[in-house]
């Protein structure tokens, strides 16, 4: 099982970027697949979650700009960050929890490359 994330960049303060991620291998099913984003000197939080029964969570600094959707048939989650702002540059990672293969394996937070979004003032 592996995890391909795409989709940083440099983007001015005010813009846009979408990042992705998919999930690869023989993969019956994903529960939960969320972004993380780590700062130079700072811990890595959450940035939004989606569960498989269609529940999201959101930091607090990123409601109403961020959205995540997934593609389950895909296994692929999305991230549509608007009105970005300096203090959203980060390495951003996908995650997911509880992924469960055809052939019987379990695999509980699986981390993705990570991928650089700069957002310049």
């Known amino acids: 099982v592996q995890l391909q994330a795409s989709g940083g960049g440099l983007v001015q303060a005010g813009g846009s970027l979408r990042l992705s991620c998919a999930a690869s291998?023989?993969?019956?099913?994903?529960?939960?697949m969320g972004w993380y984003r780590q700062a130079p000197g700072k811990e890595r939080e959450l940035v939004a979650a989606?569960?498989?029964?269609?529940?999201?969570v959101y930091a607090d600094s990123v409601k109403g700009r961020f959205t995540i959707s997934r593609d389950n048939a895909k296994y692929t989650v999305y991230l549509q960050m608007n009105t970005l702002k300096p203090e959203d540059t980060a390495v951003y990672y996908c995650?997911?929890?509880?992924?469960?293969?055809?052939?019987?394996?379990?695999?509980?937070?699986?981390w993705g490359q990570g991928t650089q979004v700069t957002v310049s003032s």
């Open positions: 995650n997911v929890d509880r992924l469960s293969t055809y052939d019987g394996r379990s695999y509980y937070s699986l």
């Open positions: 989606s569960t498989s029964g269609g529940s999201t």
């Open positions: 291998g023989s993969i019956f099913s994903i529960n939960v």
